[in-house]
Structure formats: structure tokens, C-alpha cells
């Protein structure tokens, strides 16, 4: 996180500068919608009941300053939410239920192109300091037995929206982004699992997009 802040601040120094010869303004921007962390088909096995949900209500706010130009371009910073992945599995001796939740650290640049005075496409990339968190539950005759893991690193996000300008303050639009967690060493309650890698998670996020410009 350290380093995402030192980042902003020096991109934040080093384009002050621009302010002088180019208007722009600054601005809220903010995501709520649908994530979706596709991983594949639920599995089949004989005798063994599963239950898999692939997304979760997922939310992201971010803050930035864009100039004016022929595309406007900018930065940003925020934190984006992606809820949760489930999958349980039931079988005549117990239940086992996985659940994985992502949520981090955003810092990216941004484009703004109005095709009319009202109506607008837009794209956005950066960094994704992701942060996932593991829980495994086992259920048995013998009792529940829990096991907690998480993983940080840094990846990459990327989106694309289009939507309405109802004034040169506030749009509301459409937007889809995905983020990427690279694969990692977890920190695991387990002693066993701690230090193991994990595979990369990704996750899209289907969302109605807020804007409002100072």
C-alpha cells in the first residue's frame, strides 16, 4: 500500500504542472454492480452434492483529477470491492464450504471521450493491489474444523463504460472492468498450507458507473 500511495503522490507532483496550460477538473467516480470470478462449470461427482456461486454484489469508488483535451485523460485512486466466490459440498459424511473474497488498492490512469455534449465512452487501467482471503470449513459428525488463509500481491485492472452526461457535473453510465491477482504464497492459520501458492484470480465487474466532476 506504501508504495501505491508514493506512486500517486509522485504522478500526482509530477503532472501539477499541466494544470497551469490545460483546464480540467476533479472528480468522484463510483461502481455498484455484479462481480463474476470466472471460474468454470461446477464440478459433477457421483453421490456428492455442489453448490457453487461465481459472483457477488461488488462496488468501487475512486477519486482523480482529468484534463481537457480532444480525449480527456487523467488519474485516479481508490479501492475497489468484489465480493465473494462460493462453493459447497455436501456428501453423505459431511460438508466442506470454500469461500474466496477480493477486494484492494486501485491506482490507474483514465480516458473520457464525448461523442455529444451529452453521451460519452470511457476507459480506465492500473495497478490492482489485491487482496484475497481464503476460508475452508469442514463439517463432520466429529465437529467443524476451519482453516483462514489470505494473499496479497499486485495486478493489473482494466474497463471500459459508456453513459449519459446529464450536465458538466454528474453522468451516470455502464461499465466492465475485470481484475487480476497474480498467484502468490498464502498466510495460512495452517501451518501445512502456510507459504503454499496460490492460482491467479481473476474477476469482472458488471456495474451501473456515478460520476460526479468538481
Do not use: C
Amino acid at each position: 500500500m506504501r508504495k501505491l500511495v508514493t506512486l500517486a503522490v509522485v504522478f500526482a507532483l509530477g503532472t501539477a504542472s499541466a494544470a497551469a496550460f490545460a483546464e480540467g477538473n476533479a472528480f468522484v467516480n463510483a461502481n455498484a454492480g455484479y462481480s463474476d470470478y470466472g471460474i468454470g462449470a461446477r464440478p459433477s461427482f457421483p453421490g456428492i452434492d455442489v453448490n457453487q456461486r461465481n459472483g457477488d454484489p461488488a462496488s468501487a469508488l475512486r477519486v482523480g483529477y482529468r484534463w481537457n483535451s480532444v480525449v480527456d485523460y487523467g488519474f485516479e485512486v481508490g479501492y475497489g470491492y468484489l465480493g465473494q466466490y462460493r462453493l459447497n459440498v455436501a456428501d453423505p459424511y459431511g460438508a466442506t464450504r470454500y469461500t474466496q473474497k477480493n477486494r484492494g488498492y486501485l491506482l490507474g490512469g483514465n480516458l473520457n471521450y464525448n461523442i455529444t455534449d451529452n453521451w460519452y465512452i470511457s476507459a480506465r487501467v492500473g495497478w490492482f493491489r489485491g487482496r484475497n482471503t481464503y476460508t475452508v470449513a469442514d463439517y463432520s459428525p466429529a465437529g467443524m474444523e476451519t482453516v483462514r488463509g489470505t494473499m496479497t500481491n499486485t495486478g493489473e485492472y482494466f474497463g471500459l463504460g459508456a453513459g449519459y452526461n446529464f450536465n458538466k457535473h454528474f453522468s451516470v453510465g455502464l461499465a466492465y472492468d475485470t481484475y487480476r491477482t497474480p498467484r502468490g504464497p498464502m498466510r495460512s492459520s495452517d501451518a501445512g498450507l502456510d507459504g503454499a501458492y496460490l492460482r491467479t484470480t481473476r474477476a469482472g465487474m458488471y456495474s451501473i458507473q456515478g460520476e460526479y466532476r468538481f
